[in-house]
């Protein structure tokens, strides 16, 4: 019941996003299938899509992204379409107008079809914003909240490398020094390791690799003063405030 509540209340706006983004879906496409139209293509197996994430059903889009792959099909044309859906789910969840089930059932579908297209998308047009590496500090296990920020993050162009839960610091280090990430952000869902944000900054500093890498954080128990106190350069409250911090970061255009 409250997931169709969700899809009235969004309905409209959808609608418009979504048909915005098919006119450039269709420009994108390099090969006509035969047939129908690219537009008609596209706009149904896009809406199929798009309708399968509003409804939180993981299985249901996972199916539709696999048939709208048809040969010729740029799959990046089908992320830039999710994202901009997914992207308003994360600012109904800042405004508290769907709450954190959706959330992470969003997330969950959002990182199963984004498994199928990453992979697919033609090499040079994959991560053109920056690369970041994501992490859950040691001694904690919580990773929903970080695995929402990468799908997103993902989802708006960036390249994400999710070093999973209880990272030690020398492997956020380790890390930060092999793969040269423009960002490293990190997660911590206990008031008992949130402590640890500061440690690995610490040792970020010691390893002489601060200079190199811009740091953000979050997770339930910070906050931008936490942020401030332990040298990070940003904190993010949710999962589109880690979108838009990382563009500033990096200085990307909005
Ligand atoms: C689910 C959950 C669990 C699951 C975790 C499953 C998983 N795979 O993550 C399980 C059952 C394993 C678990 C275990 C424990 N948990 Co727990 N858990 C929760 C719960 C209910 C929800 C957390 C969650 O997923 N939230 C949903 C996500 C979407 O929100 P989020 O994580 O905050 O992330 C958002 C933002 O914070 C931000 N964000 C998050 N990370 C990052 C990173 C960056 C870089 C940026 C920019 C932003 C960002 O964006 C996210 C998306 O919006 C919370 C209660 C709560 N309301 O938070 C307790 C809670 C966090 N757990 C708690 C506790 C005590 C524990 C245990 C110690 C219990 C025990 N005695 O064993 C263990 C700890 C194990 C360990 N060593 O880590 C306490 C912590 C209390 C405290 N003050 O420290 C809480 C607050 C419950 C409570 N009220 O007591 N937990």
Redo the contacts with the bound molecule.
């Keep these: 019941m409250f997931l169709f509540k969700i899809c009235d209340r969004c309905e409209n706006a959808f609608l418009i996003m979504i048909h915005a983004k098919i006119f450039n879906v269709a420009r994108l496409l390099s090969n006509k299938p035969e047939g129908r139209s690219v537009l008609s293509v596209i706009d149904e197996d896009v809406k199929k899509i798009e309708e399968a994430l509003l409804q939180f059903d993981t299985e249901a889009a996972v199916v539709q992204v696999k048939e709208a792959l048809k040969p010729g099909m740029n799959p990046r044309a089908i992320i830039d379409v999710l994202s901009g859906g997914l992207r308003k789910i ?1 600012d109904m ?1 800042s405004r508290n107008e769907i709450f ?1 089930p959706e ?2 059932m969003a ?1 969950e579908a959002m990182k199963a079809v984004m498994e199928i297209l990453t992979p697919l998308v033609p090499k040079g047009e994959t991560s053109t914003l920056g690369k970041i590496v ?1 992490g ?1 500090v040691q ?11 990468g799908a ?1 993050l993902q989802a708006n162009g960036f390249e994400v490398v999710d070093l999973g ?2 990272v030690p610091a020398e492997i956020f280090v380790g890390k930060v020094r092999e793969l040269k990430p423009d960002i490293l ?10 402590g640890e944000m500061g440690k690995v900054i610490e040792k970020v500093k010691e390893a002489g690799l601060r200079g190199n890498v811009k740091i ?7 906050s931008e003063t936490f942020a401030t106190g332990i040298g990070a350069d ?9 979108c838009l ?2 563009r500033k970061l990096l200085k990307i255009e909005m």
């Design positions: 994360g969840f954190l959330l992470i997330g994501l859950t001694n904690d296990i919580h990773d929903l909240g970080k695995r929402i920020v997103f839960v209880d952000g990190m997660s911590a869902l206990l008031t008992t390791t949130m953000i954080i979050g997770g339930a128990p910070t940003a904190w993010g409250a949710d999962a589109s405030d880690a911090k990382s």
